[in-house]
């Protein structure tokens, strides 16, 4: 495993950004530090070093709650959200985890407003509400 740490973390987000078309690279809305957005949404974030928070949709996570559940890796939260979070703990944990990121991109993309992400004015006042 890579040292973690915000290098790798932006390491990983940006080999993410090459999953598809429509995502880039952008400062978070939900934590600071860089995020992967599809059009004007964020999808994916760390939470901290080994924590990767991402946006895989309420009906993608209820299609798969089984799998989900049964995998020490992901933390759902207690109610329905469209997050969850991934553990990342080893090369082959990133591996999976750059899958999990491509299905929320897959399951983002038809419905994420198209554009770059925000910045500046606009980026502060999503951060206000999170």
Do not use: Y
Request: proline content about 5%; overall charge negative.
């Amino acid at each position: 495993m890579p040292d973690i740490g915000m290098d790798w973390q932006t390491e990983f987000l940006e080999s993410c950004c090459d999953l598809a078309e429509g995502t880039a690279m952008g400062a978070g809305a939900f934590a600071p530090g860089p995020a992967l957005w599809v059009g004007r949404r964020e999808i994916a974030h760390f939470d901290d070093e080994r924590t990767l928070d991402v946006r895989l949709t309420k009906a993608v996570i209820r299609q798969r709650r089984d799998e989900f559940e049964s995998d020490e890796r992901i933390a759902l939260r207690r109610n329905a959200s469209d997050w969850l979070e991934v553990s990342i703990g080893s090369a082959d944990d990133a591996e999976w985890a750059r899958r999990v990121v491509r299905d929320a991109v897959e399951a983002n993309l038809p419905t994420a407003a198209a554009g770059l992400p925000p910045t500046g004015t606009e980026l502060e006042r999503r951060r206000r509400f999170h």
